[in-house]
C-alpha cells in the first residue's frame, strides 16, 4: 500500500505538472495567450477541492520518500536511485517559494493570482528568483521522468515507445522554459510604462503588508522543511545505533560469504551494505523480480510472502524457496543463492523462472539460411555487403518477433528462432508457420527496395520442426543467453539444410504440420534422412511459403 500510494500521489503531481507546463509554452505567444489559458486551466485546478488534493498528494509522496529513506539500511544505491532521491529532495527547497507564496498569497491573503503578476513577481521584484524556477522546472521534470521511466520500463508494451516519449520529455519543458521567458520578457516591457506596475499590484489586492506576510510564510516553509529532513537524518542514525548494539543474524551466500544482517534489513539491502553484487532492475521496489533468490538453511523462519510478493512470484513461475531479496527481511540466519547475474535486464524480468534454470518443453524450432550469399558478398565493399545483411537481418527480426517468437541467435547468415517458448508446441508450430510468412513476404519487398543493388535478388532456406527441448539461460558472462538444446534442435537444422538440397525455401516437418492443424497435402511428402536419428522423418517441400494455406490464428 505505501508503494502504491507513493506511486499514484506521484502520477497525480506529474499531471499536474504537465498541465502547468503546457499553460507556461503559450507564453510563446504571448502573455495574453497564457492568461487566456490561465482560465481553462484554473476551471481544473484551482478549486479549493483540487488545491486540497494536491497538497495532500504533495505531503503524502514527500512522507512517503522521507520514510522510506528513513527505513533504508544502507544509503549504497544504483547511480539512477541516486538522482531520482536527490532530485526528489531538492525540489521541496525549490518549490516553497513558488508554492507557499502562491497558495498563500491566494487563499490566506485574498490575492487575485495572474500570469502578470507571478511573472512580475520574478521578472520585475526578484530577478534572482528566474534561475531557482528554472531549476525548478529541470528537476521536478528529470525527477519525475525517472521515476515514470523505471515503473514503465518492466513493462512489454513499453520499449517501442521509449523513444516517441523520450522526445515528448525533452521537448515539453523546452518550450515551457521557453514560454516562461517569453513571457517574462514581455512583462519587463510592460513594467516599463509608468503605472503598469502600480495597477497590476492594485488590482491584485497586493500590498506592502501582504508582501511581508507572504514572504514570513515562505521562511516558515524553508524552516519547516529543513527542519524535517534534520529529523529524519538524526532519526534514521539513532536507530541505526541501536540496532547495532543488538545480535545480528548471519546471511550466507551461496558463494560462501558471510555476513552479518543489521534489524529490518532485506536481504537485497545487505547485499548492497556489503557490496555484494546483486541484481535488481526496480531498485528493490518488488517489481522486476530480477532480485530473486533461492533460500536455503533458515528459510523456514521466514514469514510468507505478502500479497505484492506472490504476485510477482506467481507471475514468474517460481517453485517452492525461490523469493525476492528486496521483500525478505531476515530475523535469524539465513542461507540464500541469488538465481539471476547481476547485470540481468528487464528482458529477464518476465521470464518465467522454470525456464531460466532450465526446463523441458516441446517447442517449435525455426532455422533460416540465406542461399547464396558468397555471390551476393562477391564484388562489393565490406560496408555494402553489411548494409545489406543488416537490413536482412532486420526483416527477419521483425518476422519473428511480431509472430510471437523469440530470436535465439543469428549465426553468420542464418537465424534460430523458437516459437511456443511460454504456450507450448502447438501454439509454437501455428507462430513458426506464420513467421516464415512473414519472412517471405519481407524478403519480397527488401528485394524490391535493393533491386538496384543486388546481383540477384535475395533467396532463403528454412526449416521448422517441433519437439521437446531443454530450454534456459546457458553460457557463461557476457555470453550467457537464452536458448534451446535437444534433439528437436538438431531436426530443425537439418531441416533447413534440407530445402537448400532440394532447392525450395521451406521443409516442414509433418509433426509441425498436425501440431498446427495445418493441411499440407498438397506438398510433395519425402521420408528424410536425418543425420544423427536412426528413424526417418516425415516432411514437406514447400517451394515457397507464400503457397502456404491458411491456419488457425495464432493467439498473442
Known sequence: MIARLRLWSGLFLLVFVVCHLLNHILGIVSLSAMEAGLQVF?????????????????????????????????????????????????????????????????????????????????WVFTPWLIVVQLALVVTAWVHGMIGVHFWLRLKPWYPPLVRPLSIAAIL?????????????????????EQGWVTGLLSDSGVTPEVGARVNRMINVGYAALVALYVLVFVARSIRIFIEKRSRRPRLTYASGQRVEIEPGATV?????????????VCGGRGRCSTCRIRVGAGGDALPAPDEAEQRVLTRIGAPPG????????????????????????????????????????????????????????????????????????????????????????????????????????QQGSRQALDAVRAMNDGLIRLNESLAADLPAPMRIAVGIHVGPVIV?????????????????????????????????????????????????????????????????????????????PSQPMAAE
Request: aromatic share 8%; proline share 4%.
Open 42 to 122: 484554473a476551471v481544473v485546478w484551482s478549486n479549493a477541492p483540487m488545491v486540497t488534493l494536491l497538497t495532500l498528494a504533495f505531503a503524502v509522496h514527500l512522507a512517503l520518500a522521507l520514510w522510506s529513506l528513513y527505513r533504508r539500511r544502507t544509503l549504497r544505491m544504483t547511480g539512477w536511485e541516486l538522482w531520482q532521491i536527490a532530485l526528489g529532495m531538492a525540489v521541496p527547497f525549490l518549490l516553497i517559494d513558488h508554492m507557499v507564496g502562491a497558495l498563500g498569497a491566494q487563499f490566506g491573503e485574498g490575492v487575485l493570482l495572474s500570469y502578470a503578476l507571478v511573472l512580475a513577481s520574478y
Open 268 to 280: 537485497l539491502e545487505t547485499s548492497r551494505q556489503y557490496g555484494i553484487p546483486h541484481a535488481s
Open 472 to 548: 534456459g539461460e546457458l553460457g557463461y558472462g557476457k555470453a550467457k543467453s537464452f536458448t534451446a538444446i535437444g534433439d528437436a534442435v538438431n531436426t530443425a537444422s537439418r531441416l533447413e539444410g534440407l530445402a537448400k538440397a532440394n532447392d525450395v525455401q521451406l521443409v516442414v516437418s509433418e509433426a509441425v504440420a498436425a501440431a498446427a492443424s495445418i493441411d499440407l497435402g498438397a506438398f510433395p511428402l519425402e521420408q528424410a534422412e536425418v543425420k544423427g536419428k536412426s528413424d526417418r522423418v516425415s516432411v514437406r517441400l514447400i517451394a515457397s511459403a507464400g503457397d502456404l
Open 322 to 425: 525461490v523469493r525476492l531479496a528486496c521483500q525478505v527481511r531476515p530475523t535469524a540466519d539465513l542461507q540464500v543463492a541469488p538465481l539471476l547475474p547481476p547485470n540481468a535486464s528487464t528482458e529477464v524480468a518476465y521470464r518465467p523462472q522454470a525456464v531460466l534454470q532450465g526446463q523441458e518443453r516441446t517447442i517449435a524450432i525455426l532455422f533460416a539460411d540465406m542461399r547464396g550469399f558468397t555471390s551476393l558478398s562477391e564484388g562489393r565493399l565490406p560496408y555494402d555487403t553489411v548494409f545489406v545483411l543488416n537490413r536482412y537481418f532486420e526483416m527477419m527480426g521483425q518476422a519473428v518477433e511480431s509472430t510471437g517468437g523469440v530470436l535465439d541467435k543469428f549465426i553468420g547468415d542464418g537465424v534460430m528462432a523458437l516459437f511456443g517458448v511460454s504456450q507450448g508446441g
Open 172 to 192: 515539453i519543458p523546452a518550450l515551457a522554459i521557453a514560454g516562461f521567458i517569453s513571457a517574462g520578457v514581455e512583462v519587463q516591457r510592460l513594467a516599463a
